[in-house]
Structure formats: C-alpha cells, structure tokens
C-alpha cells in the first residue's frame, strides 16, 4: 500500500505557505497605509510573524519533498521522474530542484532567506519591501499549489501520485487498492 500520508502533509504544507503569504502581504499592506505609528507597529508584528510562519511550511515542504526523493517513494511523480534508487546522495540532492516544482521551490527558499535578512537589516523600508516580496512568494507558491482558474491551470501540482498521472489499465483495475 502506497503512503499518502507524507505527501497529503506536503500539500497542507503547501496551502499554508500560500495562505501565510497573502496574509502577510495584506498585513504589510496595511502597514504601508496607515498613519497611526501604533497600529503600523501591530501589523507589522503581524505581517513579520506571517511571514516567519510562511518561511517554517516553506521549509516544511522542502523536507517532505526530499524525504519523498530520498526514501525512494516512487508512487510520487516527482520522485518517479527525478530519481534513481542507485543515485548516490549528492546527486539526489540536485534531483531536487531538476523539475519546475523543485526548482520554484528553491526559489521559494531563497526569496524566504532573503526576505528574513531584509526584515533583520532594514527597517525603514521594511513594509513596502516586504509586500512585494510577500507576492512574488505567493506567485510562487501558486505554482507548485497546482490550482485551476476558470478552466486555466495554473503551476504544477506538486504531490501527484503516479496513478494520477500514467493512464495505465494497472491502475484502473487497483483503484481501490490504491
């Protein structure tokens, strides 16, 4: 029996992540239209707390992601299109980021260590900076959400199993297995 168990965490993880950045990015918004020096200091806690949180499911799904390459789950399309069981570990590591959700995974990664240093260093121009930042991160995160718009889809969905993907008579025949 196959483990959707790793992969339905790595989604929520993903959902959350989008969720936080829009949070955030209204919460910086808010900072950037209010005159009140009291309320600015609120919401930009909070816009800083959401995209703290964001950053923590961001890696979260960096860690479900390599666990289903390194543990050879190959029920996943990633790991099944990116990864070889005699892969020596380096190399499983750079499989990580060889398809497009890998890679705008690392670039989620990177705007999140880059968005941490500006909200340490810059304080002055920290809210409007932080709402473009917070954006491309949930631009971002759309596109390994996978998500439909009026028939349009948009990114690629990141913890497809394998069935979903191969039009197999296998599979039709053990849906119900699996």
Known sequence: MINLFIG????????LAF????????????????????KQKEWT???RSLF??????????????????????FEYHYAYSHASKYLPVHYMISCFWEGQEGSFLLWIFWTCVLGIVLIKTNKTWEAPMMVIFVIVQAFLASMILGISIFEIKIGSFTFMILRDVLSDPFFALYNDFL
């Open 45 to 47: 806690i909070n816009g």
């Open 8 to 15: 339905n965490l790595g989604h929520l993880f993903v959902i």
């Open 52 to 73: 703290y949180l964001h950053s923590f499911f961001v890696v979260g799904v960096i860690v479900v992601m390599f666990l289903i390459i390194y543990q050879h789950r």
């Open 19 to 38: 969720i936080l950045s829009l949070a955030s990015a209204f919460s910086y918004f808010r900072v950037t239209r209010i005159n009140d020096l009291e």
